[in-house]
Structure formats: C-alpha cells, structure tokens
C-alpha cells in the first residue's frame, strides 16, 4: 500500500467529471488518496507486530446488559411469525405504485451517472443526488432490467423492506416482543417511510444501516463480542456509502462512546480498556470510510459551499416558511387535521422518551444526537434546513410513541383495574392497530398523485398544443423531460427547448415569432429565487393552463400558454 500510494498514477484524476461552475481546488483529491494509502499501509506494518488477538474486557469495563423484557406473553415463535406477516406487509405497500412517474432527484442520478465509468463514479462528486451505494446499485439494476420506474426504484425498495425486521430487532434491545411488532409495523405502515423506500435515492439505505449501527454499538457496548464490532464497522461503513450525512450518526456514536466511559469509570472499572477498544473500532471505520471518499473531499467542500448556501435548496429554520413545510410534510397523507394530534402523541412521546432513556439511554442518544449535531452544523455554518436531513428522528419517533403508550396503558391499568394488568399491552397493542390503519388509509392520496406528474403534464400538452407551438421547459423542468419527453415523440431541440433564463426564453421565442408557446414549469419557489426575472415575465405575461399536483412539496407542475413575441410587442405599444 505504501508503494501504491507512492507509484499511484495522477492523469486518470484529471479527466474526471466536474460540477458546473466548480471552482479551483485548494488540493487534488489524488494527492489525497496517495496520502491517505501511504499512512494506512504504515498503520498496517505497524498491526502486523502489535496486534495480539481479540480478548473480550471484563463484565465491569463494559455496560451492563439489561435482561430481556418478555412481560408480554407472546412467544419466540409467534413473535417471528407475526413479523413475517409485518414484513410482507410492507413488501406489498412498496409495491403498490412503484412505477410511477420518477421525480426530479430521481431522474438525474439516472442520467448523470447511468452511463458514467464506476471509477467516475467513486472518485467525483459531481452532484449531492450522487448517494454512492444507492447509485451504484442503480447502475446494476438498469443493466439487468432497463430504464423502467420500478428497476430505478427497487434498491431504495428493498433497503425500505429489510429496514422493517431490523426495526424489530433494534427495538427489543429495550421492548417487550409486543412492542418491538408494533414499532416495526408502525414504520411498515408509516407514510413517509413507503414514500423514502421508493424514492430512488439513498434514504431508506441510510435508515435501514443507521439502525442496525446504533443496535450494533448498543450490544457491543455490553456484550463485547468481536463479531457485533465487526459488524458495527460493517453498518457504519455501508451507511456512509449510502449517504454522507451519516457522519452525523459516527459523531454521536463517539459521544455515545464517551459517556460510556464515564459510566464505566463512575461504577469503579478503569475505563481504558474500553477506551482503546472503542478508539480502536472507530480509527478503523474512519480509515475505511476515508478511503473510500478521499478523492471526493476537495470537490465535495467546494460544492457544499456554493450549493448549500444557495436558499433555493432549503430553509432557514429562523423563517415561517420552514415550519409551513415542516408542518406539510409531518402532516403529509392525512392532511393538516392531524396535526391536531401533535400535544396528545408528544406527551406520550415524552412519557416514552424518558423511560426509553433512563431505560437505554446509549440506544436513545445513538438515535438523538445525529439530528441535534445536523441542526447545530447547519445553524453554525449559515446553511439551509430542509426537514429531509432529520429523517433519522422517524425511528426514535416511533419507539418512543409505542414506549409511550405501553407505558401509559400500564399505568391506566394499574390505576383502575389492579387486577388486570394483563390488559394494559392489549390495550396498547389495539391503539397501534388501530394506529397502523390510520396511517395505511393515508396512503390512499400518495398512491394516486404521482410524485411529479411528468406524463400527465405530456398527455396534457399533446391534447392542447396547436401547430407549430413549441414546448419550452423552465429551470428544474429540464431533466424531468429529458427523461420523458422523447417517450411522448417530442425531440429536444426540435419540438421542445430547456431554458434557465429570460434571455433563453427570448431567443427560444423569437425563433417561432408568430406562434405562441407552451411554457412548463415545477418547483416555483426555486424558480421565484434563482430567477426573478424570469418568473416575474411568466406571471405576467404567460396564462396558466393547468396545474398537476404531486407529492413532492412544491413539485408540482404547471402548463402555461405564453404569447408569441409578435404579440407581446403589440401588448407593450
């Protein structure tokens, strides 16, 4: 590795792909890379002669295990069982619609990096939609089954449906088996995990390893066992490689792993065995997780900078407009009526909350701290919020509320029917069911409204446009019919035109100067923001045809009749 890393070849790096208006790098992310394999073949050298074996620490210079709670009365059997029957469950919600129209984050993976090298794609970063594993396995799935909606979707899908058992697995680290079936059918159910598990980017991955991450740390914190490190390291590697944003879940984990000593320390054990065990766990993830992503690091600083400060691409958390879309899309299938609910279900979240956290509290940190430690980033670095980046909330969420309400059917229980606190987890069972309904129900209006309705909006424009009209896609249109309007017998070029300016859409224009045009558009805050100009002469100037919702918040997309030139001058005089 040492020599690799000295003999390494420059001039492939050169000819990789760049982000538009990417500016000079500080350093080349080869150099890096030649760095990077230098230092860990010296590290290895140096394991080769230190390293004595693996030798479990002893019972107090580790946590205490906590015994398994199985109050409930439901068997292994019938809990696997039962979990099966949860599993195929989601399997069957993930299928439903999944060849619906791709949206915007969807289709740009497909046509940035369906054709490029995979060396291209490891070592550039040309695009935050590049989510590594996700896209890699993208690239796999097109080449067996094509360019079809489901086959873009079906990674996403299938890390959304093994998230489902890992859930339950996580979840009886702290519950009962009653508690852990209703938090993993709580998340089979829950709208905005179907909508991440087919979204064709690396969310669901990302849910599903920082899940099995944050139970791995719990049991190798009191278990000790090389094969639950082994397997953290795994986890945490792969939920990298889904997305960059996982460096929020390491950091917590060394939080997590700091106060750990301090509890070891305070009950009597020296806390340095333990310190070099997590120290060393966590230098061997990080030297892979580097590896893996060394050649990106220049370009990835210089792309956060320029993008992320854009307020296009998100909120400031300081704004009205943030909490509107927060609201929207907690309430997102039921409609804003169920945010009615919000003091009821965050006071039982709350009561589960804090037994969860005097409980396990290493499980309840591991799964808090990436969402406070994002928002102290964004919040410190001046960038913009958008309620995607907090998705990892979804899973404490729902173990706290399911907590939550086993906790207060107990207490009911024990308050005015002492002698039958056998019921108290029938009873929290029957609100989770009944729960779980509530949530399938809301997927009525995801399955039938597309999450931008590229096809309808072309149907629409074949019926209604006149001869010799052409077709001109506004801003963040443009991907979406490069994708699809060839499919409908439109030729770029020819019959419709992509235009990210006023000056574009003049020249588009007067190309046709006796003919009108049909403008169309989608996500017109990022249009209101980037081009004000541009928006301004469209909604003065252009007539609204028709508008087609989507799931997407702001994704929907309008069709616009806009005048030809001849008959703006004549409007102007």
Known sequence: MVLLGLLLPRDWYDALPKFENQPALPVKGVTLLQIALVMEGLALAWLAVRFQGFARLRPGERLAALATDTSDGISAGAARWLLAAVVA?????????????????????????????????????????????????????LALFGTQEWAVRLPAAIFGVLTIPAMYGVARLAMSRAGSLCAALLLAVSYHHVFFSQNARGYSAYLLFSLLACGLLVKALQEDRARHWVLYVAAMFLGFASMLTHGFVFAAHILVGALA????????????????????????????????YITIVPQLHAYTTVVYSDPAT???????????????????GL?????????????????????????????????????????????????????????????LGILVVVQGTFSASAAIAGRFAPGQSSRAPRAAVAFGLAASALSVASLKHYYEVPKQPYRASLEFIAAQREAGESVIAIHLMEKGYQFYAERSGLIEGVDWHSVRSLAALDAVSAAHPARSSL???????ALRLSHPDLFARLTNRAREMKTFPATIGDGAITV???PSPSANLLGER
């Not at 998100?314 to 997102?332: D, I, M, N």
């Not at 009561?351 to 980033?377: D, E, K, Q, S, Y």
């Not at 403008?519 to 805050?525: A, E, G, N, S």
Request: aromatic fraction near 10%.
């Open 89 to 141: 469950l989601a399997v069957g919600l993930r299928a439903i619609g999944l060849d619906a129209d791709l949206w915007l984050d969807e289709i740009t993976p497909v046509l940035a990096y369906g054709e490029m090298p995979v060396l291209s794609v490891v070592t550039s970063y040309t695009g935050s939609n590049n989510h590594l594993l996700n896209t890699l396995l993208l690239k796999l799935s």
């Open 261 to 292: 000593l301090v509890v070891v320390s305070r009950g009597g054990s020296s806390p340095w065995p333990l310190a070099r065990r997590l120290a060393t766990v966590f230098s061997v993830t990080a030297t892979l997780v580097l590896t893996l």
């Open 314 to 332: 998100g909120f400031s958390p300081f704004t009205k407009e943030f909490w509107v879309e927060l609201a929207r899309g907690l309430s997102a």
């Open 335 to 395: 409609g804003p009526a169920v945010l009615l609910a919000a003091i009821p279900m965050s006071i039982v979240g709350a009561v589960g909350f804090a037994i969860l956290l005097r409980r396990h509290w290493t499980l309840v940190l591991a799964l808090l701290l990436p969402g406070m430690l994002t928002a102290c980033l964004l919040v410190a670095g001046g960038l913009s919020f958008s309620p995607r980046f907090f998705l990892i909330m979804l899973l």
């Open 519 to 525: 403008l169309v558009t989608t996500f017109p805050r």
């Open 560 to 562: 616009w009749r806009y």
